[in-house]
């Protein structure tokens, strides 16, 4: 069974902090996506990374792909309270199966 | 991408009552769709793959009598939780994956139990 180990668990800062999320595992993945969820929604798709090393921005959300494609983080610049939610990454396993394995979801809170 | 459209978005039941919860694919057929169930705070548990025209898939541990799913047409899952009970409560999501990367999930299903 492949696993996504994601940390951390809680985060709470102030807006204007940096901060930065990881997925961790140790079996490769075909394609790695964040999502984040608000309370009472389901998740909504931020990004997919599919390429090892990859690089992608979504205003002040930097994702990565670890070049064996094992790992994957989440960084967020100058953070604000409306970035506030759950953020779960998720991986779409090698050959296919469709059945995604999530990390157990880092929860952020951002104070004014 | 796709668009999902999942309800009742909240339902609250009596103790040994079913409910049906509707998952369906606005624009996009879908062979597949997924169903989740997730605790507060926690992250997304698989519970089931919705085959169209075919039995769903069940993970291990989830009982295949008590969560029924039914996958009649390409744009239209149902999970119907049967015999409820209060431990049944919990917030039920479903999604289908995209045609390309990522996956469409609805806006979940609030159970309650009473």
């Known amino acids: 069974t492949q696993l996504l180990e994601q940390s951390p668990q809680f985060l709470s800062i102030q807006e204007g902090e940096n901060l930065t999320v990881y997925c961790n595992s140790s079996s490769v993945f075909s394609s790695l996506q964040w999502y984040r969820q608000e309370p009472g929604e389901g998740p909504v798709l931020l990004v997919t990374v599919v390429t090892g090393g990859e690089v992608k921005k979504l205003k002040r959300l930097t994702f990565q792909f670890g070049d064996a494609r094992k790992d994957s983080s989440l960084h967020i610049t100058a953070a604000q309270p409306g970035d506030t939610g759950l953020y779960l990454c998720a991986g779409d396993p090698q050959g296919g199966s469709e059945k995604l394995v999530f990390g157990k979801g880092t929860k952020l809170t951002v104070n004014p | 991408g796709a668009v999902v459209s999942q309800h009742p978005s909240r339902v609250i039941c009596k103790s040994g009552t079913s409910v049906k919860i509707e998952c369906r694919s606005l624009?996009?057929?879908?062979?597949?769709m997924f169903w989740y169930r997730q605790f507060p705070k926690q992250s997304l548990m698989l519970m089931a793959t919705s085959n169209e025209g075919s039995k769903a898939t069940y993970e291990q541990g989830v009982e295949k009598d008590k969560f029924l799913i039914n996958h009649a047409s390409l744009t239209l899952s149902t999970l119907t939780v049967t015999s409820a009970h209060p431990e049944d409560s919990s917030f039920y999501i479903c999604s289908i994956p995209g045609l390309f990367y990522g996956y469409t999930f609805g806006s979940g299903t609030r159970l309650t139990v009473v």
């Open positions: 624009d996009f057929q879908a062979t597949t």
